[in-house]
């Protein structure tokens, strides 16, 4: 358990010095302590962006910086909704910055890459079960910050500077995620877009003058996402990821024992999924907040030299960035094209058919700039009316899903 009465209580109004926005600040004492927390430190070993270093060298920052730099935005965002009468008591005011802090605290190794891997169960719920140990921990002081993120209180602008279309998560990881990798396409104008913010009934606007702020955010976004977060080689490289942790997975159901840290055995060795976890929550965090980046480097290593080569394979080609030819189109590959590239690889591998599944990759993914099917963003405007921003602005919104489809093979396969 976490001794919250070894830490000095005269030395937590601490300042972190912040690449993206310069100095941080740290309000409250039980904000310092949170961050203080090993729960909250296993986030520095934790890349915010997978393996996008793979194409963007830079992209080395983690889900800790990212964590403090919405923190930050917060703060921001809730001094200029007081400026504008909005009320907010202190306490809610600390249970937002504690929300935001920890919203991604249920992430795992590489982030959103592993989420359905090494267990089914999303990072969300992760994140919840987390919130709740801490608050055991901080004797209730969680409370209220659990109830915001679960969208259960009633203001709910609170929740939606949390979780929404222009939350302080999207604000800051574009902002951030853009700095590090150098793609210019993401930079938006956050301090516009946050002293635009206000509440009407109790809900996120925007107003009217920030709607040009809006639609770079929205563009800025969506550019992101091609050029860098589903970028075809670092798509290829997390596919090759996903699949070598599912055939250590495998052996492992058949008995195998790995040379890596007990608490990722524990993964290898157990399937788990939301059903499941009821009543193991305790287990599962123990494992699950002991295991980071560095627990899959190390295991990626070790496989490099393992008997089964299928593992030993998928290991090497990460490792020494080996990766697979991938193809990207926006229609689905013809199933006798499939069959043939499968028939070549296993041909020329040496393997057979059935570990096919571990060299040829298949699948899709998805994106659309702005969604109108839910909690839209809201426009206010200088007559008083509040209108979705799909009914607010001259710009198309590209609300359709774009579907793209991708194939990954060994590129030495003719």
Request: proline fraction near 2%; aromatic fraction near 12%.
């Amino acid at each position: 358990m976490f001794l919250l009465d070894t830490l000095n209580p005269l030395n937590k109004k601490k300042i972190f010095n912040d690449p993206v926005y310069g100095f941080v600040n740290v309000p409250y004492n039980i904000l310092f302590d949170i961050i203080e927390h090993p729960y909250f430190q296993r986030l520095r070993r934790i890349k915010q962006v997978s393996l996008t270093h793979y194409v963007y060298p830079g992209a080395l920052h983690t889900r800790f910086h990212h964590a403090l730099g919405a923190m930050h935005l917060m703060q921001q965002a809730l001094d200029v909704l007081s400026a504008k009468k909005v009320k907010i008591t202190k306490e809610e005011r600390k249970a937002a910055l504690i929300a935001i802090l920890l919203h991604d605290i249920g992430h795992g190794p590489f982030s959103h890459t592993l989420e359905h891997t090494l267990m089914n169960v999303h990072h969300e719920t992760l994140s919840t079960f987390f919130m709740k140990k801490l608050n055991e921990e901080f004797n209730g002081a969680l409370d209220l910050a659990i109830e915001i993120f679960e969208n259960r209180y009633k203001k709910k602008f609170l929740y939606q500077l949390v979780s929404g279309q222009l939350d302080m998560d999207r604000m800051d990881y574009l902002n951030r995620d853009s700095f590090f990798t150098g793609v210019s396409e993401g930079v938006i104008g956050h301090d516009r877009i946050i002293k635009m913010l206000s509440v009407r009934q109790n809900e996120l606007v925007v107003e009217e003058k920030g709607i040009y702020s809006l639609e770079k955010f929205l563009m800025a976004r969506r550019l992101m996402y091609w050029q860098v977060y589903l970028h075809k080689t670092v798509l290829c490289a997390e596919q090759m990821l996903i699949i070598t942790m599912k055939r250590a997975k495998d052996l492992a159901n058949q008995g195998e024992k790995f040379h890596c840290s007990e608490h990722l055995n524990f993964f290898f060795e157990n399937n788990i999924d939301e059903e499941n976890i009821v009543g193991r929550e305790d287990e599962l965090l123990h494992h699950f907040s002991l295991i980071d980046d560095v627990d899959i480097t190390f295991a990626l290593k070790s496989f490099v030299n393992h008997k089964d080569k299928v593992l030993s394979f998928l290991a090497k080609s990460l490792i020494n960035r080996r990766l697979f030819k991938i193809s990207l189109q926006n229609k689905p590959f013809k199933s006798d094209f499939l069959r043939e590239v499968r028939h070549k690889t296993a041909t020329q591998i040496g393997l057979g058919k059935k570990y096919m599944k571990y060299f040829v990759l298949t699948g899709e993914e998805t994106n659309h700039e702005y969604n109108t099917s839910k909690n839209e963003i809201k426009i206010l405007f200088k007559d008083g009316t509040v209108k979705p921003m799909s009914e607010s602005t001259d710009y198309g919104l590209q609300s359709k899903m774009i579907t793209k489809y991708y194939l990954c093979y060994p590129k030495n396969i003719s």
